[in-house]
């Protein structure tokens, strides 16, 4: 099968065959997640930041890598630093903006093939806690502009900040 007709198929399927659904994604723009243009907070060259297309919860983002790394175990430690620290930031800013009363850091790269990527799954005090919080029924991401700008404002000027330091 030809690299182009891989992004006909789904990306368990992808996965299966041992095909990074997202560095296929990336390099044919779109194709097999949709354009997230519009859910991208932040990117410099070492990470990506973004809402989920399909998040748990309202404020549900995540953190991937730019190079393609399996996991955490492959990645650099320079890497994994970075973004644990951005990832203890965004944490912050995610209960700013969006009230919640705590945010879930977990890492799920199933698979004989994926992406290394963190998930931030805001949990609500209306909700109950513990890890029902990860297989929460996914839902459509709906944009709010203000809490979308305001989550990049406060990214974009803690990441400003990182680069100083």
Do not use: W
């Not at 296929?24 to 809402?51: H, M, P, Q, S």
């Not at 705590?102 to 209306?126: E, K, W």
């Amino acid at each position: 099968m030809e690299e182009k007709d891989l992004i006909k198929l789904s990306a368990k399927e992808l996965t299966d065959l041992g095909v990074c659904p997202t560095c296929l994604n990336r390099k044919y723009n779109g194709a097999v997640f949709g354009d997230d243009t519009n859910l991208k907070l932040y990117e410099d060259g070492d990470i990506e930041c973004l809402f989920v297309a399909n998040p748990r919860a309202d404020g549900h983002m995540m953190i991937s890598t730019q190079t393609h790394y399996h996991d955490m175990s492959e990645a650099p430690d320079e890497l994994n630093s970075k973004i644990i620290r951005f990832a203890k930031q965004f944490m912050k800013i995610i209960k700013q903006v969006y009230g919640c009363e705590r945010v879930y850091l977990c890492t799920m790269s199933d698979g004989p093939m994926n992406h290394y990527h963190v998930q931030l799954i805001p949990r609500y005090a209306f909700e109950e806690r513990g890890s029902k919080t990860f297989v929460k029924p996914r839902n459509q991401y709906i944009f709010d502009e203000e809490k979308f700008n305001k989550v990049k404002n406060l990214i974009a000027e803690y990441a400003k900040n990182a680069e100083d330091a």
